[in-house]
């Protein structure tokens, strides 16, 4: 099991960008896949993009390609979530997650261990 502690979230203005990020305790991130989500108060969490940490191969939503990039900061353990032209509808409480294997999926359910959430906000 993983600890995760998010980091980052706030309010800005639509085509702002902001980085989130995702810092793992208790053990590294090795072997492991990390994964973003969010979710709107009503709604079901959505996949955002996930990060094999050993081989850094990437995965994006559709809404989010070419906005979104994630990285590894491997001296601190960090996954970081860099989010470019922000639009209103990106507003959610944004969840980074973790799932022993680093195989990349899309499903809430394979991910085994969850921060506690940041709020990201978008101002049109």
């Known amino acids: 099991q993983v600890q995760l502690v998010e980091s980052g979230g706030g309010l800005v203005q639509a085509g702002d960008s902001l980085n989130l990020s995702c810092t793992a305790s208790g053990r590294s991130f090795s072997g492991y896949a990390v994964g973003w989500f969010r979710q709107v108060s009503g709604k079901e969490r959505e996949f955002v993009a996930a990060?094999?940490?050993?081989?850094?191969?990437?995965d994006y939503a559709d809404s989010v390609q070419d906005r979104f990039t994630l990285s590894r900061d491997t001296a601190k353990n960090t996954v970081i979530l860099q989010m470019n032209s922000l639009k209103p509808e990106d507003t959610a409480v944004y969840y980074c997650?973790?799932?022993?294997?680093?195989?990349?999926?899309?499903?809430?359910?394979?991910?085994?261990?969850w921060g506690q959430g940041t709020l990201v906000t978008v101002s049109s």
């Open positions: 990060i094999s940490w050993n081989a850094g191969i990437t």
């Open positions: 997650a973790a799932k022993s294997g680093g195989w990349l999926v899309r499903s809430v359910r394979e991910f085994g261990d």
